[in-house]
């Protein structure tokens, strides 16, 4: 059994999809960032950084126990039950194409820049646009990418997982700067995967 702690941030919500597809059992703790419980002892104990999210097995092998945040790892994992592996094409040249295009999802500067220039106490109109099309303008890979697939590798893997979050999250941004028609339709494909949406769910 997995003890997820968890909170309604975007890594959040890429490792909850990845437990939700791989098929694993676990138990969610929700965390309050705002009211400060990642700060709170008793998860300092669990995890002294105060970082989410965080995983940990019990009744395995301590070598085998995640505590990572890589919704990697936990569809890794899954491969002890094949049938339910959200890691990604099994052939080699899929698998070698799955890395780079993770990357896709995971641009925090860009993410982070875009949140912390919409809700800083001095907001610049400027500022925001300039990080709004930065970030469509690197979504654009992605849409590019899908104009001939159905997902990132052809078949469904953690380059889609981690870049739903970002999708989904930031879809107002995105539908204001408009022109990315094939992220919008796999967008609409992972959203109708009940793991997604599950997964989507557990820290709200």
Known sequence: MIDFYTAGTANGHRAAIALEESGLAYRAHKLNLQAGDQRKPEYLKINPAGAIPRSSTTKVPAASRSRSPNPARS?????RSRENSCEGPRAPRGRAAVAPLRLLGRRGWQRNALQ????????????????????????????????????????????????????ATRKPVIEKHGGLPNLAKWAERMAARPGVAKGMQVSV
Do not use: G, Q
């Not at 569809?75 to 491969?79: G, L, P």
């Open 116 to 167: 912390l220039s919409m809700v800083a106490p001095e907001k610049s109109a400027p500022n925001v646009e300039f990080f709004e099309k930065r970030l469509v303008n690197a979504l654009r890979a992605a849409d590019a990418r899908l104009a001939d697939r159905e997902y990132l590798a052809d078949e469904i893997s953690v380059a889609d997982l981690a870049l739903y979050p970002v999708v």
């Open 75 to 79: 569809c890794s994992t899954s491969r």
